[in-house]
């Protein structure tokens, strides 16, 4: 067993979100007059909380308070509706009973609001994590290594015995901070080519290769 922990992203990696992501986006954008945005670019906004979220989607200039507008639209919407269209990628399910039946330890951290995460988690995972974090006022997000750090301490474990899994570059710059190596699926939000260039090492393409780089 090459590894005693592994720390997962949840939108992208475990879970695929952006349908309802998108939809949450552009519900926000229109209940504040502002025009929609395409699944696509919705796709690159991805990754860095709901406030960053919601300052992309809005056009160039669009006022802080406006922004702020279309951030509280997307959260009640999102929140309401973030089970919808959501669904576990194949194999993720088979995957983590194989890591807990080899004994080891999984948690969650993920830039989505922490009410959402723990929503999802319990309705896809449940019981499965022996920690899960999201976005908390205060606390600083990825890429800053604290939440990714924090479920480490709970479940007793060091850099060197962890793997994170993500699929963006805010997941690679995360696992660097913390220490420990990533692993970036190929099936998320970003692409394997923009991933390489911002400093993407170790790709898994299916479950079964996650399976073989966290278990040996």
């Not at 997962?8 to 992501?21: C, K, N, S, V």
């Not at 998108?22 to 502002?34: C, E, K, Q």
């Not at 920690?131 to 060197?160: F, I, N, S, Y």
């Not at 099936?187 to 479950?207: H, P, Q, S």
Request: with cysteine; net charge negative.
């Amino acid at each position: 067993m090459r590894y005693k922990a592994v720390v997962f992203d949840l939108d992208g990696t475990l879970l695929y979100t952006l349908e309802d992501l998108y939809l949450a986006t552009n519900h926000a954008l229109a209940a504040t007059g502002l025009p929609p945005r395409t699944r696509e670019e919705v796709r690159r906004f991805v990754g860095n909380g709901y406030r960053r979220l919601a300052c992309l989607a809005s056009p160039e200039g669009t006022p802080d308070e406006v922004q702020e507008q279309v951030l509280a639209s997307f959260n009640e919407h999102y929140l309401a509706h973030d089970q919808d269209n959501t669904r576990p990628y194949p194999g993720i399910l088979e995957l983590l009973g194989r890591l807990s039946a080899a004994g080891v330890k999984a948690a969650v951290v993920s830039n989505k609001g922490d009410a959402a995460v723990q929503d999802l988690v319990e309705h896809y995972f449940p019981g499965v994590f022996e920690a899960v974090a999201g976005e908390r006022a205060g606390v600083r997000r990825k890429p800053a290594p604290d939440t990714v750090l924090a479920v480490m301490e709970r479940m007793g474990v060091g850099a060197d015995e962890t793997a994170y899994v993500g699929d963006s570059e805010v997941d690679v710059l995360t696992a660097a901070r913390v220490g420990c190596e990533h692993i970036i699926v190929t099936w998320g939000y970003r692409d394997r080519d923009y991933l390489r260039k911002r400093g993407g090492r170790v790709f898994a393409d299916t479950c079964e290769e996650l399976g073989q780089l966290l278990l040996g």
